[in-house]
C-alpha cells in the first residue's frame, strides 16, 4: 500500500523516440497543478501514446495508488516531434510517480527509460532497447526497462541496465528498498547446424563458387533447371561464414531490435540468412511503410539474402537493389520519415534458365527455346547483372550421382578457410588502417593497393576485358574476386590463376557485360 505524500510542481525523465536506427532523445514532463481533475498528455503523441494514461492510471490503481483530484499534464518534449508507440508507459508512470513524490526526483532525472505496461503492473517487452541502451551511455544516464529487454541492453556495455519485472519492483529499486541488481549481457546461443555440405551430391564448381563468395562477401547468381540444388546450396550458405564479431552482432541486432526480432533474451552471434518469396513488395524488400520499418536486405545486413525465382520479381523492385548493392546501406523516404539503414549483405540469387526451366534439356524445352530464355533472363537489367561478382551455371544432377554416398568435404572445412581468408583481409585492412572488412569493400585506389597483382595477371585481366567488353565496374569486380580467390590460396599476390578463375565465374552464364 503506497501512500502518496502532497504532489510537487514538475518532475521529469528521458526516454527515445525512433526514426531509422537513430534514438532521439524526448524528455517525459510531469505537471501535478491545481484545476479540474483531467490526465492530459501533449507533445504530438499518437494513439498508443495517449492510451498511457489509461493503462497507467489502472496500474497503480492496482498498486493501490491513488491520483489526487488535480490536473496531471505530461508533456513530450520536443513537442513538435510525433511520438509513436507503447514504449512511452514506463517514462509516463515514472515521471507521475515522481511527481506525487513517490519516488525520488533526482533518481528519475538520471535516468531513461521506456516499457509498456499492463493493466496490473507488469512491464512488457518492447521495441529498441539495444539504441535505447546505447542514447543512454552517450548522454551518461542509467537505463529503466522491462525484465524482458534487459540482456539484450545490457549488450552494449554503455551504461547500467536496470530491468524489472513490474512497476513495483522498479518503483522500489528507485526508492532504494530493493535495489536491483545490473541487468548481464544475453547471448543466444545458435543450434548446431543440421545441414552440411557434404549433402550435396556433385556440384563442386558450385561450392567452389559459394565458398569464394563466403570468404569475400561477393554476391553470387545461380542459373540452372529445377532441381538442380540451387535452393540447397544457398541454404547452406550460412554453414560456411565465420560467426558475428562482437561490432557486427551489434549493428545486425540494433536493426533486428528496432524489427521487434529480438524475442529470445539475447542477441545472436549468427549471420543473418533472408529468404523472402519473389511476391514480396518494395516496402517488405528495401523497407518503408507507415513508420519506415528496415525491410529485407537491411534484416540481412551481415548476412546471406536468397532471392529465390530471381526473374520473378517484379522488375520496379529489382531495381531498387542496384544503390543498395553498390553503397551497402538503404534511405527509406517517406511523407513523414526520412530513415537510412545499413545494408552490407551477401546477395545469393537463383534462376531458371527459362520460364520451364528445361531450356538445357532438348526433349523436354518449351517451342520457343532458345528465345525464351533470353526473354526470361532480360528480366534481370544489365545494370543489375553487372553487380554480381559470380555468375555460375548449375547444371543438372544426374540420377547416379544421387545414389553415392555423400563424399565431399564438410560445412566445417570449407569454412575453416573461410575463416582463414577473412582473418587475411582483416588483418590487411586493419595495416591499411580503413575501415573496410571484406575485399567486396575496397573500391577505387584501396582495390589497387590491395590486390597486389602481378604483370602475368594484369596482361590477362587487360585482354578479359577487352574480349568480353567488360564495364569499369565489371574490371573491378573481377579483381576483387581474384583477390579473394588469392586470399583462399594465402597468396600475397594475385596470381595469373586466380584472375582466370576470376573472370570463368564472370562469362559463365553467357551475359556479358
Known sequence: MFDAPNPSSLATIHTVSFEGLEARRVEVQCAVTA????????????????????????????????????????????????????HYDLPIALALL???????????????????????????????????????????????????????????????????????????????????????????????????????????????????????????????????????????????????????????????????????????????????????????????????????????????????????YPRPVLETLRQPIETGDVHVARANAHVSYPCRFLLVAAANPCRCGQLYDANAACSRAPICGSDYLGRISGPLMDRFDIRLEVPAVAFSDLDLPPAGETSAIIAARVA???????????????????????TGKLLEEIAQITPAARAVMTRAAERFGLSARGYHRVLRLGRTIADLAASDKTEEAHILEAVSYRISTGRED
Do not use: Y
Not at 506525487?100 to 533526482?106: E, Q
Not at 529445377?226 to 540447397?232: F, I, T
Not at 552471434?269 to 523497407?287: E, I, K, Q, W, Y
Not at 587475411?424 to 575496397?442: H, I, K, P, S, Y
Open 35 to 86: 484545476g479540474t481533475p483531467q490526465f492530459n498528455i501533449v507533445g504530438l503523441p499518437d494513439k498508443a501514446v495517449t492510451e498511457a494514461k489509461e493503462r497507467v492510471r489502472t496500474a497503480l490503481t492496482h498498486m493501490a495508488i491513488a491520483l489526487p483530484a488535480r490536473r496531471i499534464t505530461i508533456n513530450l518534449c520536443p513537442a513538435d516531434h510525433p511520438k509513436e508507440g507503447a
Open 420 to 442: 582463414a581468408a577473412r582473418m587475411r583481409q582483416t588483418a590487411r585492412f586493419e595495416r591499411l588502417g580503413v575501415e573496410a572488412r571484406v575485399n567486396a569493400d575496397a
Open 98 to 312: 515522481a511527481a506525487l513524490g513517490v519516488i525520488p526526483k533526482d533518481r528519475s532525472e538520471e535516468a531513461l527509460a521506456l516499457g509498456e505496461l499492463s493493466l496490473d503492473g507488469r512491464l512488457l517487452p518492447v521495441l529498441g532497447s539495444l539504441p535505447a541502451a546505447l542514447a543512454a551511455g552517450e548522454d551518461g544516464r542509467v537505463l529503466l526497462c522491462p525484465a524482458a529487454c534487459g540482456a539484450e541492453a545490457a549488450w552494449v556495455g554503455a551504461t547500467a541496465v536496470f530491468a524489472a519485472r513490474d512497476l513495483a519492483q522498479m518503483i522500489a529499486h528507485l526508492n532504494d528498498k530493493r535495489p536491483l541488481l545490473p541487468a548481464e549481457p544475453g547471448e543466444v546461443r545458435g543450434g548446431d547446424h543440421t545441414t552440411c555440405f557434404s549433402e550435396v551430391r556433385g556440384q563442386e564448381r558450385a561450392k567452389r563458387a559459394l565458398e569464394i563468395a563466403a570468404a569475400g562477401r561477393h554476391h553470387v547468381l545461380m542459373i540452372g533447371p529445377p532441381g538442380s540444388g540451387k535452393s540447397m546450396l544457398a541454404s547452406r550458405m550460412s554453414t560456411i561464414l565465420p560467426q558475428l564479431s562482437a561490432s557486427e552482432a551489434l549493428e545486425t541486432s540494433m536493426i533486428h531490435s528496432i524489427a521487434g526480432l529480438l524475442d529470445e533474451g539475447g542477441i545472436s552471434r549468427d549471420r543473418p540468412f533472408r529468404a523472402p518469396h519473389h511476391t514480396a513488395s518494395m516496402a517488405a524488400l528495401v523497407g518503408g511503410g507507415r513508420h519506415a520499418k528496415p525491410g529485407e536486405i537491411s534484416l540481412a545486413h551481415n548476412g546471406v539474402l536468397f532471392l529465390d525465382e530471381f526473374p520473378e
